[in-house]
Structure formats: structure tokens, C-alpha cells
């Protein structure tokens, strides 16, 4: 069984670094084709991807994001990491951590969601 | 601006079949696997269709693509059925996940 739990600050301060952590469970990073991403969802808006990273440690970034995103895996923890610099209230949102299957010749979309963690940016 | 393009709402009385629609393009929908998925009020998304038309869900739904447009299509429709529906898939252009809009459905 797959599940997928974030966690994180609910409120953090503008300009501050936002830290949040995916730990899963029923896969293993270090198993081909395994990947976690994150999603976020502003209130009432559309979903929005964020990053990715593979088994092999590739990563991958929405690029309108990119120079503020970090990424990364504990393997042997079963975590996954994303940091957000600089947040501004636009970056309030409920953040989801995913699982995704990389196969050969094959990028597919999330399949399995974690039940998501609320951030509010204010001061 | 998003790169999948999904009508912001649909409606249908009970019973009736539904189809929402996504407009891509050959960088994504072209040339990748299309997903669906259900987000009902204050929960997460659910995975309804994967690898374009294989079902996660009963078999009131369903999924189709062609070229560069996809579409999920709800049978039977079901009062439960009324909350905001996204199609996602990689983008090779981008390298990365993109989402639609979202489409409401309202049953009336």
C-alpha cells in the first residue's frame, strides 16, 4: 500500500525559506522508475507542479520556478525534500507530495497523492 | 496561462453522460501518457484515468485521446460526481508535469 505524508510550517513569513518533507511509504526511491513530485494548489485555483526527482537522483523543475526550488531524497529515510526561498504571500497554497512512474521511453503523471499541507505566507 | 486547455465548467442531470475535453499540443498530450483526476471539496486528487484511457475507478468513467486532445467521459452521472476534474501529463518541451485548469461539473 502507497501513501505519501507532507509536513511542513503552516505559516511562514515573506522572504522566509519554506521547508517541507514527503516521507512515503510502500515504495522505495532506490527502485527503477520510482519518483516523487510536488504539486501545489492555490485556494480555488488549478493544480501546479513543482519538481521531481527520479531514483537516479535526476531533477526536474517547473522552470517559471526553478532559481527558487531545491529537491531532494534520503533514500535510506524514505523522505523526500523541497525548499522554497524567498515566499511570498502568492506562494499560499496547499502543497501535495506525489508519487511518479519514470519507465523506459516514458514519463507518466502522479498516480498515488498524499493528502496535501496547508502553507499560508504571512507576516 | 496553461498549457492544457480544459472548459471551466460542465453540467448534466442525473443519468446522463458527460464528456469534459483537454487540448494540448505535441510536446505533451501528442506525445505522452494523459491522466485524470477528481478533486472533490477540501480533499486531494484521486486518480480516475491513467495511460490515457486504463481505469483506477469504477467503470462509469472513461478515457480517450487522439493526437493532441483527450477527454474524460462520466456515464450514468451521479450527484457524487460534482466536483472539479484536471488532466495532467509530462511536457517534453517544458520537462516537466503540466496540469488543465480544471473543469467544475455541476449536476443538476
Known amino acids: 500500500q502507497v501513501t505519501l505524508r507532507e509536513s511542513g510550517p503552516a505559516l511562514v513569513k515573506p522572504t522566509q525559506t519554506l521547508?517541507?518533507?514527503?516521507?512515503?511509504?510502500?515504495?522505495?526511491?532506490?527502485?527503477g522508475a520510482m519518483c516523487v513530485s510536488w504539486v501545489r494548489q492555490p485556494p480555488g485555483k488549478a493544480l501546479e507542479w513543482l519538481a521531481l526527482i527520479t531514483w537516479d537522483?535526476?531533477?526536474y523543475y517547473n522552470t517559471s520556478l526553478k532559481t527558487r526550488l531545491t529537491i531532494s531524497k534520503d533514500t535510506s529515510k524514505n523522505q523526500v525534500v523541497l525548499t522554497m526561498t524567498n515566499m511570498d504571500p502568492v506562494d499560499t497554497a496547499t502543497y501535495y507530495c506525489t508519487r511518479m512512474l519514470r519507465r523506459v521511453g516514458a514519463w507518466e503523471s502522479p498516480d498515488y497523492w498524499g493528502q496535501g499541507t496547508q502553507v499560508t505566507v504571512s507576516s | 496561462q496553461s498549457v492544457l486547455t480544459q472548459p471551466p465548467s460542465a453540467s448534466g442531470t442525473p443519468g446522463q453522460r458527460v464528456t469534459i475535453s483537454c487540448s494540448g499540443s505535441s510536446?505533451?498530450?501528442g506525445s505522452n501518457y494523459v491522466y485524470w483526476y477528481?478533486?472533490?471539496p477540501g480533499t486531494a486528487p484521486k486518480l480516475l484515468i491513467y495511460k490515457n484511457n486504463q481505469r483506477g475507478v469504477p467503470d462509469r468513467f472513461s478515457g480517450s485521446k487522439s493526437g493532441t486532445s483527450a477527454s474524460l467521459a462520466i456515464s450514468g452521472l451521479?450527484?457524487?460526481?460534482?466536483?472539479?476534474?484536471y488532466c495532467?501529463?509530462?511536457d517534453d518541451s517544458l520537462s516537466g508535469v503540466v496540469f488543465g485548469r480544471g473543469t467544475k461539473l455541476t449536476v443538476l
Open chain 2, 78 to 85: 451521479r450527484s457524487e460526481d460534482e466536483a472539479d476534474y
Open chain 2, 38 to 40: 477528481q478533486q472533490l
Open chain 1, 19 to 31: 521547508t517541507l518533507t514527503c516521507t512515503f511509504s510502500g515504495f522505495s526511491l532506490s527502485t
Open chain 2, 88 to 90: 495532467a501529463t509530462w
Open chain 2, 27 to 29: 510536446s505533451n498530450i
Open chain 1, 57 to 59: 537522483d535526476d531533477k
